[in-house]
């Protein structure tokens, strides 16, 4: 149990001990730590009586460590250096909120889910700088240090990257043709589907997911014909809305309403996409910033 008395120990002291200690001279400490000698000397005497030990044998020539001494200085060096990291994180933090932040958004998921903390964002940093794009170009980006972090879609081969998993899930609909028979059925499983066009992405755009998918397939029973899938949104749900294939797209896309096109749930699958934040390893402070913003705004 910790003794009352040093319960309010100022963690100073602990500090100004070490620099006398690494200097072995109150006057050269003094001069490092700013402050004059008596004052210093007075903090010491303060520590030992708090301890209950003698840190110091004082001689003409200076001062010596005695084994308490040597004991509490190996006790308190990974305080002081847990100090320091936290208090550089800290002004690091603080620094972040006045940068410019560049910030990737993945088009796997509708937009409207990101229009919480965009205005969030917006209200904290100085200048945020938006870019729209597939989940492996914003990691990309990120690696290459054009953004500095990335909300994308999840699976995903995030390599080089600190990948902060988010607690935010939507399971796959599908989008159909109202003109296929299907499109009525109002307990619809994939299997039901077996053959037809399916509109999908190329393996090695994301190698991740095409496969978690594609052993999802597999175990269900899902054989879709597949049909490369159109670059852009609009062509996309214009050439299902013409009956040319169908595709899976995570719920939220089912706000989008177009002539033609039908989005219907799935039953008995286990189909879905998660989000994740990437950011590089070495701005820890920055992702400890962000992902309590990102985590509200979603929840």
């Not at 003794?3 to 001279?25: G, H, K, P, W």
């Not at 994939?190 to 393996?203: D, T, V």
């Not at 755009?205 to 949104?233: C, K, M």
């Not at 062509?235 to 040319?244: D, K, S």
């Amino acid at each position: 149990m910790t003794s009352l008395r040093l319960q309010t120990l100022d963690i100073r002291l602990l500090r100004y001990f070490a620099v006398v200690a690494e200097e072995n001279n109150i006057s050269r400490a003094a001069q490092r730590l700013f402050i004059s000698q008596p004052p210093l000397s007075r903090h010491i005497r303060h520590l030992e009586t708090l301890l209950g030990v003698t840190l110091f044998v004082r001689h003409t020539k200076g001062l010596i460590l005695t084994a308490e001494g040597e004991r509490v200085l190996e006790l308190i060096r990974p305080l002081l250096a847990l100090q320091e990291a936290t208090l550089s994180a800290l002004g690091q933090l603080s620094d972040d909120r006045q940068q410019p932040l560049r910030l990737g958004l993945t088009t796997a998921f509708e937009q409207g889910i990101f229009a919480s903390l965009e205005s969030a964002l917006g209200r904290q940093v100085r200048a945020l700088s938006l870019l729209r794009h597939s989940s492996p170009a914003l990691a990309q980006q990120v690696r290459k240090g054009k953004l500095d972090a990335a909300l994308i879609a999840l699976p995903l081969d995030a390599a080089g990257l600190t990948l902060s998993p988010l607690p935010y899930h939507e399971p796959l609909i599908a989008a159909l043709p109202a003109s296929w028979p299907e499109s009525a059925i109002s307990r619809l499983v994939l299997e039901q589907l077996n053959h037809r066009p399916l509109f999908w992405f190329r393996r090695e755009r994301n190698p991740a997911f095409f496969d978690a998918t594609r052993r999802i397939f597999e175990r269900i029973g899902y054989v879709p014909a597949y049909v490369e899938e159109p670059a852009e949104h609009d062509v996309l749900l214009a050439r299902i809305a013409r009956g040319e294939g169908m595709i899976l797209l995570p719920a939220s896309f089912a706000a989008i309403q177009r002539q033609g096109v039908v989005f219907h749930p799935l039953e008995g699958t286990r189909l879905r996409l998660s989000l994740g934040l990437v950011t590089r390893p070495e701005d820890e402070a920055l992702r400890a910033w962000l992902l309590p913003f990102i985590e509200e705004s979603l929840s």
